[in-house]
């Protein structure tokens, strides 16, 4: 009997020490730090009583926030704006070229009284001029002179007619299905658009680089025309750069704007839009309280720093290990955009310090921000005595 009872204990032995010492250990699961959700606000928006307003921003989706008519209304020489860009789409040019010329002719000055007769927005021409593609797009821009704009129209495409065609394809395109193109100058009360249709418009003029450039240049002196200043008065006023007036009696003074702001450490760039205003300096002023409204709207919001206890594991054998932020994020909000956090932390067994174990991901609107997290300490086999005096931690 003793020899077997020996026997036992050798074959137990045997069998524990083995079992014991490489049996794999158990996944460890994290407890995750609570977070207390950032505090957004909306803000009071200074909207006027009467057309069409809206306003956007660069790298915000759609229009923030509208008001007035949903209608597609007159935009007067904001279609100049259309104008522009279709034309440079047929004949690209850069920032820095000159591109062809135009020689004008007696045409022009038939193009020039026709619209004096209208009492359109000109400048002066004379048979013979010399114009680049460049000074004709600075005319129609910065001018908003008709008479130019129709000789680029001409140029460019033979016909105001085929014009009209190229710049219908061109707005189907873009999307901007809600805007209807007459002509080339926005004389023709045909010309309409919804205010959130010009929101789109804006970004699309400020992401072409002549475009951008040539909507904020406050003067401009064209050989054989002369000197001619922004006819947009704010620009330069309350980080306003641009883009485009438009003034016409069936649509009422009309400005589709830009500005620049800093928040926080970004700056941001918001678009918009007014219509049907009385007059351009009452339009000015609306638009001026509009948009000090506005800024208040965007706000910097802390995520995370580098860092940050997010969780944090305890092993059975009593090893711990912090999970923080790998990386700092913050993010610029509109308004009461919500926000929220979800910790995705996998199991660990045993893993070195600075191994990533999972991501954090923030929601802010429909934006999706990402950020690994790893440990901080590492978690190490827990060794031979922990494992034969703990077997019920390992089976």
């Not at 928006?45 to 009467?50: D, E, W």
Request: glycine residues 8%; proline residues 5%; hydrophobic residues 45%.
């Amino acid at each position: 009997m003793t020899v077997f009872g020996a026997l036992g204990v050798v074959l137990a032995t045997g069998f524990y020490l083995p079992f014991t010492l490489l049996a794999p250990l158990h996944a460890e699961t994290a407890q995750v730090q609570s977070w207390e959700t950032p505090v957004t606000l909306a803000p009071e928006l200074a909207f006027p009583n009467y057309g069409a307003t809206a306003i956007g921003a660069i790298g915000w989706d759609g229009s923030l926030a509208t008001s007035g008519s949903s209608e597609a209304l007159p935009i007067a020489s904001l279609s100049k704006v259309i104008t522009a860009l279709v034309v440079l789409d047929a004949h690209p040019l850069g920032v820095g070229e000159e591109g062809p010329t135009v020689t004008t002719t007696s045409n022009d000055v038939k193009l020039y009284n026709s619209y004096v007769a209208r009492n359109g927005k000109v400048e002066p021409v004379r048979a013979g001029l010399v114009l680049s593609q460049h000074q004709l797009l600075q005319l129609t821009l910065v001018a908003s002179a008709n008479n130019y704009t129709a000789t680029m129209v001409n140029w460019a495409f033979g016909s105001e007619e085929a014009y009209v065609a190229a710049a219908r394809t061109w707005l189907d395109t873009h999307g901007l299905t809600s805007t209807v193109m007459a002509d080339a100058t926005g004389m023709s009360p045909e010309n309409r658009a919804t205010a959130t249709d010009l929101i789109e418009l804006a970004k699309i003029a400020l992401a072409h680089p002549l475009v951008s450039q040539t909507v904020a240049t406050t003067h401009i002196s064209i050989p054989g025309v002369g000197e001619i200043d922004n006819t947009n008065d704010l620009l330069g006023l309350g980080g306003v750069r641009g883009i485009k007036t438009g003034t016409l009696d069936e649509a009422g003074a009309c400005l589709l704007f830009a500005a620049d702001y800093t928040v926080g450490t970004e700056t941001v760039t918001v678009v918009g839009v007014m219509l049907g205003g009385k007059d351009h300096p009452s339009l000015d002023k609306d638009i001026q309280a509009l948009l000090a409204t506005a800024q208040l709207g965007f706000q910097q919001i802390h995520l995370v720093s580098t860092g940050d206890n997010i969780a944090s594991y305890t092993s059975d054998w009593g090893d711990t290990s912090p999970v923080v932020a790998t990386a700092d994020s913050s993010v610029v909000v509109w308004s009461d955009t919500p926000i929220a956090r979800f910790v995705d932390v996998q199991p660990v067994t045993l893993a070195a310090a600075g191994t990533e174990v999972g991501k954090l991901t923030f929601t802010v609107g429909t934006r999706t921000i990402e950020v690994p997290i790893a440990l901080t300490k590492p978690i190490d086999d827990p060794g031979v005595w922990w494992r034969l005096t703990h077997p019920d931690e390992l089976f």
